[in-house]
């Protein structure tokens, strides 16, 4: 089973990432771009049997910082 994992940064948590891409486009031209945050995508391919709280025990324990990030599972092709 293919599973994503959408990591993004909480709201309010500084993402310097985002504000030199921001900065960049502007710079570029697009002056129409009001915010820019910066996440990851993880993609795992796991046993069908796995279960929903082994998925969430993954994300709380190593693929995101709680404290400052939020992440959202998606199973691909369901």
Do not use: W
């Amino acid at each position: 089973m293919k599973i994503r994992i959408h990591v993004s940064l909480k709201p309010g948590v500084l993402d310097p990432q985002g504000r030199a891409v921001h900065h960049a486009l502007d710079g570029l031209g697009f002056a129409g771009v009001e915010d820019v945050r910066i996440g990851r995508l993880i993609e795992l391919t796991v046993a069908d049997g796995t279960s929903d709280a082994d998925l969430e025990a993954m994300c709380e324990k190593l693929l995101a910082n709680t404290v400052i990030e939020n992440y959202r599972i998606e199973k691909v092709g369901q």
